[in-house]
């Protein structure tokens, strides 16, 4: 396609490398290659059986209809009961709009509040897809680099001189993708301190193996939050997300959404109450963290073994940065490499920013068995030892 084929606002939009890794690796695997998968952010797990039930259930009894373009008021009143027992924060179901996936719920909010030019900041490394949703509105992401010496994770202070009167937003994201940090409470409360709007996404809590994860709501009303159900409650292909906002920005993201999705799925947010609700579920929730919790400290172990620095112990989402600089200065190539040469999938740090250059991440949402294999493979790998059967064409 000619650039002139398409607008200018989808030219501004980054390519998604870790989808180019995927490609690949179903490519091989279709030509019979055993490929590990440790490149997909998603749980591994399938939905925990009373969520499954009651869509089913749902949709026997014909919840199949638009529903009030905010998302159900009992899915909604859910949520704010959520917020209310886990951080103590009180939210009325006038500020929460149910959407289709966390990701609609950025999408949305960035229309929402971004003029031209704009800025928002954001971490690098950090999700790769962010940049694309403030683009794409007419923002401009502003990277501020965050390191082992920060945490993977921002520091006010650097933050605060980075300020201009062009800045609208500063997006954070704990427990991070990719780095699986968590922000201190301390420095949450200094950058709601900051005066400035605070976009927060909250979708890897549940996921915290250490330490204590906490809302932006806790410190600041001026605060967008974004969260779903795909990663905690393992319904990526669900397409379910919430977005909580100050009230003075809701009837915007009504029409918005009424105008873009119309709602979000009738029969899923019947599910997606269930979710939050039932006690059952929050068992496999249970069960489900701490085996997250057991690859965490085997991935972590193992990667550090086989020579790659983890100078910061994850202890959120289920995702291990790790630093491959003694092999690598080309963080796509090496993912191709490895993934060509050891059968293992991993993302390059790139796609996260160029602070991630010289990293690859690790997905531990596989099986304990899997990633024992994956670590075994890359360790023959980064010996340079060959391994017979996966050695046997140069692929690219
Ligand atoms: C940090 C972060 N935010 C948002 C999303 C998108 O979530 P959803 O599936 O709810 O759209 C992802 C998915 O990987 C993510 O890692």
């Keep these: 396609m000619k650039s002139a084929d398409y607008s200018r606002r989808a030219e501004v939009l980054k390519p998604f490398m870790a989808m180019d890794i995927l490609e690949r690796a179903q490519q091989l695997e279709r030509e019979g290659r055993s490929i590990i998968h440790l490149s997909v952010g998603e749980p591994d797990f399938p939905t925990?059986?009373?969520?499954?039930?009651?869509?089913?259930?749902?949709?026997?009894?014909?919840?199949?209809?638009?529903?009030?373009?905010?998302?159900?008021?009992?899915?909604?009143?859910?949520?704010?009961?959520?917020?209310?027992?886990?951080?103590?924060?009180?939210?009325?179901?006038?500020?929460?709009?149910?959407?289709?996936?966390?990701?609609?719920?950025?999408?949305?909010?960035c229309a929402a509040l971004l003029n031209q030019d704009d800025k928002v900041l954001i971490s690098d490394p950090g999700y790769a897809c962010y940049s694309n949703f403030i683009s794409y509105c007419g923002g401009i992401p502003q990277p501020i680099k965050v390191d082992k010496e920060s945490g993977f994770q921002f520091d006010p202070k650097i933050v605060k001189k980075s300020i201009t009167p062009q800045t609208r937003a500063i997006l954070i994201n704990s427990p991070a993708n990719p780095t699986g940090n968590l922000l201190e409470k301390d420095r949450m409360r200094e950058l709601a301190g900051l005066g400035v709007t605070i976009l927060s996404d909250e979708i890897y809590h549940g996921l915290v193996y250490k330490g204590d994860e906490h809302s932006i709501l806790e410190f600041t009303d001026n605060a967008f939050v974004f969260n779903g159900f795909s990663k905690f409650y393992a319904m990526t292909g669900w397409r379910l997300g919430y977005l909580i906002a100050p009230p003075r920005y809701m009837r915007t993201l009504q029409t918005l959404q009424q105008s873009f999705m119309i709602s979000a799925s009738h029969f899923g947010q019947v599910a997606a109450l269930t979710a939050l609700t039932s006690a059952e579920v929050a068992k496999d929730l249970e069960k489900m963290r701490r085996i997250y919790d057991e690859r965490r400290r085997f991935t972590l172990k193992r990667v550090r073994e086989i020579g790659l620095e983890v100078a910061v112990e994850p202890t959120g989402a289920f995702y291990i940065f790790a630093n491959a600089g003694v092999f690598t200065r080309n963080s796509y190539d090496f993912a191709f490499e490895i993934l060509e040469k050891a059968g293992v999938g991993v993302t390059p740090g790139i796609d996260f920013g160029e602070n991630g250059e010289g990293f690859i991440r690790f997905s531990y949402a596989n099986s304990l068995e899997n990633i024992a294999e994956a670590m075994n493979r890359l360790e023959r790998f980064l010996q340079g030892i060959p391994q017979n059967c996966l050695f046997t064409q140069s692929l690219r």
């Design 48 to 109: 925990p059986g009373t969520i499954k039930e009651s869509a089913v259930k749902a949709l026997s009894e014909d919840k199949t209809h638009y529903t009030h373009s905010l998302g159900t008021l009992e899915l909604r009143q859910a949520i704010a009961d959520h917020y209310l027992k886990r951080y103590r924060v009180k939210i009325d179901p006038g500020q929460i709009l149910v959407t289709s996936g966390t990701s609609p719920a950025l999408l949305l909010a």
